[in-house]
């Protein structure tokens, strides 16, 4: 495994009058968060061991060490502290926009919301690319603080909500429509506020840190499979099948959806990993043109923006589905919808390894190195899931 990129914590910048940023007086009540902080941290340090043991492998097997302990499931309200760490960002632009600060406010929760204290968090690109200005037609205010994938505790619960309690240990991606009004206050913070609808239980087998790089990825592959009418008996192929939607589609396609083949293409070190998914066919981009091989799929997922070769390859009849890039008919995109009962679905294949989390080998990031982490996001080049892990 490739040693961490160095730390830089940057001074916090902190901009009076936001929500996100109030004034330091309000840091004194953070001490009180000790009990639930330190539970999450541990369960996030065992995932972390758990992975390190395993070789720096990065396919990560399931465990059962990381659960509650007393400190989380007593877990109580007036432990929450009115400030915490996060990550923001006030302008938009490269990475240097993005400054650690020490008290930032923790989220008020609504009704229908519970508040998590975050234990990990994963990148994904929609993260870079929202930092970079790209959605700001339709991104909430500045300042944000990133993030949509989130793992932890739940700490607090509006009073709408019905089916999760203080010291659950949830998962998800905790903006509804990941383009349109994403959530200002993310996960790359030590508290974030969820709708109770888009959480699920985390699966007892997982770590946080496992967990955390599964939601948005995952969810994104299971609408793009059910959006191309994917079921039992047919063909797919996959392109990026090595990055963080690529390797979860393939495994959803092959031992959820029951493919008859599952071809998947990246560049020549990863593909005995493509196979180790569940991949029939593992095409090294390098060497050859999809497209002009014979094979043809009833589906076909595009995860790299390649649109238009993609239609080359599909059957009369079949689906083309892009995530980025161009769309050329039959090809259609859509934006990921994040839904907790996508999550519960999928649970017992997470519970029984079947479908295993990727998480990239150069991490988990510290919570220090959020900006190294963006930096290698991207790179394009990730394996699997950018996880941030322990948080703080
Ligand atoms: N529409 C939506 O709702 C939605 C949802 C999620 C993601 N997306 C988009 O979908 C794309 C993929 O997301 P992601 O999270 O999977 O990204 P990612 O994890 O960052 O993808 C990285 C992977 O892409 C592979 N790759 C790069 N160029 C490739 C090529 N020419 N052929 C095959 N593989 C290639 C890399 O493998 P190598 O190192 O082998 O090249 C790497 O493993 C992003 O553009 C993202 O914004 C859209």
């Known amino acids: 495994m490739q040693s961490l990129l160095s730390s830089s914590v940057l001074a916090n910048p902190c901009t009076t009058g936001s929500p996100l940023f ?3 007086t309000a840091k ?6 000790v009990p639930v902080a330190a539970a999450a941290r541990s369960g996030a340090i065992a995932a972390v061991s758990r992975r390190s043991a395993s070789g720096g492998r990065c396919v990560v097997a399931a ?9 989380v499931t007593t877990a109580e309200a007036g432990e929450v502290p009115a400030t915490m760490k996060a990550w923001a960002y006030d302008e938009y632009g490269d990475g240097s926009v993005l400054k650690l600060n020490e008290a930032a406010a ?3 929760i609504a009704d229908d919301q519970v508040l998590v204290r975050v234990a ?3 990148l994904n690109p929609v993260d870079a ?4 200005g790209k959605f700001k037609a339709t991104d909430s205010p500045l300042p944000t603080v990133p993030g949509y994938d989130v793992a932890g505790v739940v700490v607090k619960a509006g009073r709408k909500v019905k089916g999760l ?3 659950d240990e949830v998962y998800g991606n905790i903006s509804e429509k990941a383009l349109e009004g994403p959530k200002q206050s993310g996960s790359l913070a030590e508290y974030t506020a969820v709708e109770e609808k888009l959480l699920a239980l985390k699966p007892k087998s997982l770590g946080f840190a496992q967990a955390a790089g599964l939601p948005l990825a995952v969810e994104t592959a299971h609408e793009g499979l059910e959006r191309a009418g994917f079921s039992a008996g047919k063909s797919i192929l996959i392109l ?3 990055g963080g939607v690529g390797s979860l589609a393939i495994q959803l396609a092959k031992h959820v959806y029951g493919a008859s083949k599952v071809a998947a293409t990246a560049s020549t070190p990863k593909l005995e990993l493509l196979k180790s998914l569940g991949a029939d066919v593992a095409i090294d981009y390098t060497k050859e043109n999809f497209e002009d091989l014979p094979d043809k799929y009833d589906v076909v997922l595009d995860a790299v923006g390649q649109g238009e070769k993609a239609v080359k390859v599909v059957k009369e009849g079949g689906s083309v589905v892009v995530l980025t890039g161009a769309v050329v008919p039959p090809g259609f995109r859509f934006v990921v919808t994040s839904d907790g009962s996508v999550l519960e679905k999928l649970n017992p294949y997470l519970e029984s390894g079947k479908v295993k989390p990727l998480v990239d080998p150069k991490g988990p990031f510290a919570f220090s190195q959020v900006v190294e982490a963006f930096s290698y996001l991207e790179t394009g080049r990730a394996t699997g899931k950018v996880v941030i892990s322990p948080i703080p």
């Open 22 to 24: 109030p004034p330091a």
């Open 28 to 33: 004194l009540a953070a001490a009180a968060s």
């Open 63 to 71: 465990s059962s060490s990381s659960s509650s302990s007393p400190a």
């Open 106 to 108: 923790v989220p008020d």
């Open 120 to 122: 990990a968090a994963a």
């Open 129 to 132: 690319k929202r930092r970079a």
């Open 165 to 167: 309690k203080e010291g």
């Open 240 to 242: 990026g099948g090595a």
